[in-house]
């Protein structure tokens, strides 16, 4: 039941970003001075995914903790499933539009990343919640969530002068000129 109600935060989460993601980056770049694709506009939704992530996980943590009704715990997975989702899905996009010709293997590298955390993350979460129950436990969890929550942010801000000093995510213009 739980993996049907996931499935439902992330249809929420992909109708989301289905609407929004390419309605934000054109507003952005429409804001922007030099009216320029930026891949970067892309990951606001990230942002907001990312952000919110660690209130959802350890509220999970201490809906579980405080054996709360049953919907109260599908709830809290239906957001758990929104947030990651809002935070997966425009990172595939931004991707794609900052590697360009080189898009294939950066996903390829992206997906190993969530395949080894889909691995070993729920290795690490029995013993901490063993340990320390399902409210400490995750809030360890949102913890992390929270450590890694600005890197979004940092990205959409200096990510662009970042991907000028690679070849393999440098503008158009920029490689031409060179």
């Known amino acids: 039941m739980l993996t049907d109600v996931s499935g439902v935060g992330s249809l929420i989460g992909i109708v989301i970003c289905n609407i929004s993601v390419d309605r934000i980056y054109k507003r952005l770049q ?20 990312a952000s919110t992530l660690p209130f959802v ?30 935070s997966v899905v425009p990172i595939m996009a931004y991707v794609v539009d900052a590697f360009g010709m080189y898009s294939a293997s950066s996903l390829t590298a992206v997906l190993i990343a969530r395949c080894l955390m889909g691995t070993f993350l729920p290795l690490a979460t029995a013993p901490l ?28 801000r200096y990510g662009e002068r970042w991907r000028q000093q690679s070849t393999y995510t440098q503008d158009r213009e920029d490689i031409s000129s060179d």
């Open 30 to 49: 429409l804001r922007s001075t030099d009216n320029k694709p930026k891949p970067e506009n892309r990951l606001p939704l990230t942002i907001v995914g």
């Open 57 to 86: 996980v350890a509220g999970y943590g201490w809906v579980a903790q405080a054996h709360l009704p049953v919907p109260v715990l599908l709830l809290s997975v239906v957001l758990l499933g929104v947030c990651i989702l809002l």
């Open 129 to 156: 919640t063993e340990r320390l129950g399902y409210g400490y436990g995750y809030m360890v969890l949102a913890a992390l969530c929270l450590v890694i929550a600005p890197i979004p942010l940092v990205v959409f």
